[in-house]
Structure formats: C-alpha cells, structure tokens
C-alpha cells in the first residue's frame, strides 16, 4: 500500500501509474497502461511518459529489452513503497534540521514526548 504522504508528491497521472507497480516485478509500458485503463481513460503515450518522469524522480528503474523492432523499456520499482516512504520522511526531516537546527530538534523531542494529538 503506497501512502498518502507520497502519491501527494505526484501528480494524478503519475500516483495512477505507481500504484499500479508492485515490487519484485517487472513491467512493459503496455502493462501498465492496461492496469491504469482499467480506472481511467489514458493514452499508452501518456503512461510511458509518467513512467519516464517516474524514472526522472528516481522512484522506478528501468531496463532495456531487445524486441522484434528494436528495444523496448522495461520498468520496475526500485524500492519497495514502504522503503520509498521511510526515505522521504529522513529526507523531508534531514531538511528541516539542516534549515532550523536544534529548534527542529527540540520541537521533534517536545512532540514525540507529548505523544499523538
């Protein structure tokens, strides 16, 4: 299950196509494509598309496969979403200490020790 926190960091196209991904498989732009239709009308060059931004963000990788015609992408999380979410958290965390040092870190150590609001 992918978190709220990251598909908001996506567009809707994108989220659409992320979600579609599972870890461990590998996928052709086609594939994709079919589990996105099944929800929404899109184009297979809109799909290959997210998938190359996807790429760009460096949220999924992608291999080249040789094929009847010439080469063809084929794309695969990179992390798990779990994996992916803990990285975004430390990132957007790292940030916040990095822009507001030990205020950040008191403020992280008085709202941990208050416990959930």
Not at 3 to 27: C, D, R, Y
Not at 39 to 67: I, N
Request: proline share 2%; with cysteine.
């Amino acid at each position: 299950m992918v978190s709220k926190g990251i598909l908001e960091q996506l567009s809707p196209l994108e989220a659409e196509v992320f979600k579609a991904m599972t870890p461990g498989n590998k996928f052709r732009v086609r594939a994709v494509h079919s589990a996105v239709a099944k929800k929404q009308k899109v184009l297979l060059t809109s799909v290959a598309v997210m998938l190359d931004r996807l790429h760009e963000k460096g949220l999924v990788g992608r291999d080249t496969e040789t094929c009847r015609g010439g080469t063809r992408y084929i794309y695969f999380l990179k992390k798990a979403h779990g994996q992916i979410e803990e990285d975004y958290i430390k990132q957007q965390v790292d940030r916040m200490i990095s822009k507001f040092g030990d205020s950040a870190v008191s403020y992280f150590h008085k709202r941990f020790a208050e416990g959930k609001k």
